[in-house]
Nanobody, 126 residues
Framework: QVQLVESGGGLVQAGGSLRLSCAAS???????????MAWFRQAPGKERDFVAY????????RYTDSVKGRFTISRDNTKNTAYLQMNSLKPEDTALYYC????????????????WGRGTQVTVSS
């Protein structure tokens, strides 16, 4: 099993910043090939949407169009931790943000991720 714990969410005014963290742990952490760590978000009444991912092998990244230039995903492989720096936040960024990991390759589809955290709430006021 791999456990993921997100942190760093909160309430912020539009234009502000937050930094989310996702720490991975568990008995299999040393053997589970976490090829990709990703962030998804889900607003009330909506589907879970892709935000960003990062390859843990070559550091390549991908972002959904609405956050390009504002969000930055990074990772620290030594700590099995991924981060999401969110700047210039907008009210439409309000959602529950989830971290997820998968093996073998990168993906922007939530259906391809097996391990998920419980989420951290981000609320952006106008």
């Amino acid at each position: 099993q791999v456990q993921l714990v997100e942190s760093g969410g909160g309430l912020v005014q539009a234009g502000g910043s937050l930094r989310l963290s996702c720490a991975a742990s568990g008995r299999t952490i040393g053997v589970y090939p976490m090829a990709c760590m990703a962030w998804f978000r889900q607003a009330p009444g909506k589907e879970r949407d892709f935000v960003a991912y990062i390859s843990t092998t070559d550091g390549s990244t991908r972002y959904t169009d609405s956050v390009k230039g504002r969000f930055t995903i990074s990772r620290d492989n030594t700590k099995n931790t991924a981060y999401l720096q969110m700047n210039s936040l907008k009210p439409e960024d309000t959602a529950l943000y989830y971290c997820a990991v998968r093996s073998l390759s990168v993906s922007d589809s939530p259906d391809n991720y097996y391990y998920w955290g419980r989420g951290t709430q981000v609320t952006v006021s106008s």
